[in-house]
């Protein structure tokens, strides 16, 4: 109750300058996606992970539908984020062999020709967990090297999670953006390839194709949702660390549905919210934020943002919100602990902050001025994307029961 009463959620509507940068859009095209979910149907491991109508919570906060995209089912991982790192890894192999990434299904990526003809490659990242485990876990299918580094406070069951799929993986004395930089400085030393989802200049290509791999999340979404008879959503919420899958679900949304997108609100952890600092300051530039960035929200944990999902995002969000740790834990217990015959969904503390937003905004008079700005009425078919399950079971347990 203590931090519900010293912080608010915040919020900034988009007024951001917008340039022309239209191409920016086009990885994120229809067709461009479905190669990539070709590719990942390749994967003996891969099956659409649900979208849940939670159909009672939706009467509940006076909306249309909620539907959440449960990626606690992703090949086996309880996290959307191999599909990124898969992918780009993929991608990089195949511009080594000369080859396009349709010829290299997984059967052939992991083949010992393959490997090969390749040579030892060693992959390198920092993660707050998620990420360096499916970079880890697809190193070890490609019977390749992978070296992880984690920022200071990290989960020691996510660190142990690591290790178990053959990685070299250690927690640091530093913030994900200062390991980021390890990472870099490990790979230019030792020959290695840094998969980052975090863009800078000069290394935009690899950060590209992950966020392309989260785009077979976003068309899954839209199958699914076209299944219960919706051609597309009003609004999506989602996430953002660095913003890659934000960048990536925005710019899906946007190159399918041009002038008819989503209202697309841009969520943060409050002590990383890199991206609404920079919609506040209104001229564009990015700004960063420093220090420790300790939040239950891991994964959102970062505080310097991607330069191309950055440049979707501010031509194209409707909002950018700042949302204390408190939020994420009410979307938590609401997740799982569902209305009458709604789904139960287990998600984690950077999955289900989304919710969370949500639902103070339809159940808290405070925020009407978000939720009017917003267009959230009765009308509204809001689709929201639960990134991870229970990662680490005992802080989810803890923040769930409470204790």
């Known amino acids: 109750m203590g931090e519900r009463m010293k912080e608010k959620i915040k919020?900034?509507?988009?007024?951001?300058?917008?340039?022309?940068?239209?191409?920016?859009?086009?990885?994120?095209?229809?067709?461009?996606?479905?190669?990539?979910?070709?590719?990942?149907?390749?994967?003996?491991?891969?099956?659409e992970t649900p979208l849940v109508n939670l159909n009672n919570l939706s009467k509940y906060l006076g909306v249309d539908g909620i539907y959440v995209k449960d990626e606690s089912y992703r090949f086996g991982l309880n996290a959307f984020k191999v599909l990124g790192g898969s992918f780009a890894m993929a991608k990089y192999l195949a511009q080594i062999l000369n080859k396009d990434i349709?010829?290299?299904?997984?059967?052939?990526?992991?083949?010992?020709?393959?490997?090969?003809?390749?040579?030892?490659?060693?992959?390198?990242?920092?993660?707050?967990?998620?990420?360096?485990?499916?970079v880890a876990w697809t190193a070890n299918k490609l019977k390749q090297k992978s070296v992880v580094y984690m920022p200071k406070g990290s989960s020691l069951t996510r660190l142990e999670n690591i290790k178990n799929e053959g990685a070299e993986a250690y927690?640091?004395?530093?913030?994900?953006?200062?390991?980021?930089?390890?990472?870099?400085?490990?790979?230019?030393?030792?020959?290695?390839?840094?998969?980052?989802?975090?863009?800078?200049?000069?290394?935009?290509?690899?950060?590209?194709?992950?966020m392309q791999g989260y785009g077979t999340m976003a068309l899954e979404?839209?199958?699914?949702?076209?299944?219960?008879?919706?051609?597309?959503?009003?609004?999506?919420?989602?996430?953002?660390?660095?913003?890659?899958?934000?960048?990536?679900?925005?710019?899906?949304?946007?190159?399918?549905?041009?002038?008819?997108?989503?209202?697309?609100?841009?969520?943060?952890?409050?002590k990383a919210n890199c991206l609404y600092k920079s919609a506040v300051a209104n001229d564009g530039v990015l700004r960063k934020v420093k220090g420790d960035m300790n939040t239950i929200m891991a994964?959102?944990?970062?505080?310097?943002?991607?330069?191309?999902?950055?440049r979707i995002l501010k031509n194209h969000s409707q909002m950018f919100v700042s949302a204390p740790d408190y939020i994420s834990e009410i979307g938590m217990r609401i997740l799982g602990n569902p209305l009458s015959d709604d789904s139960r969904i287990v998600s984690g503390e950077s999955g289900a902050v989304t919710l969370g937003v949500l639902y103070e905004i339809m159940n808290n008079s405070k925020y009407n001025e978000l939720k009017e700005k917003l267009k959230l009425n009765k009308e509204s078919k809001i689709l929201l994307f639960s990134t991870e399950g229970d990662t680490d079971p005992e802080k989810y347990r803890k923040i769930v029961w409470g204790i």
């Open 221 to 270: 979404a839209l199958e699914q949702l076209n299944n219960y008879g919706i051609e597309k959503p009003t609004h999506i919420f989602i996430q953002a660390g660095v913003g890659s899958l934000a960048g990536a679900v925005q710019g899906f949304f946007k190159a399918v549905f041009k002038e008819k997108a989503p209202i697309i609100t841009i969520i943060e952890a409050s």
């Open 171 to 210: 927690i640091t004395d530093m913030n994900y953006d200062d390991d980021v930089r390890l990472a870099a400085k490990y790979a230019n030393e030792h020959d290695g390839v840094i998969i980052q989802d975090t863009a800078w200049e000069g290394y935009e290509d690899i950060p590209t194709w992950i």
């Open 11 to 47: 919020w900034k509507e988009n007024t951001l300058p917008k340039d022309e940068e239209e191409e920016i859009l086009k990885p994120f095209n229809k067709e461009s996606i479905n190669k990539v979910r070709d590719f990942h149907k390749s994967f003996p491991q891969y099956k």
């Open 299 to 310: 994964g959102l944990a970062c505080g310097e943002a991607n330069i191309i999902g950055w």
């Open 102 to 134: 349709s010829e290299l299904p997984y059967e052939k990526l992991i083949s010992n020709e393959v490997r090969e003809e390749l040579g030892k490659i060693t992959f390198v990242t920092a993660t707050d967990g998620n990420h360096g485990r499916g």
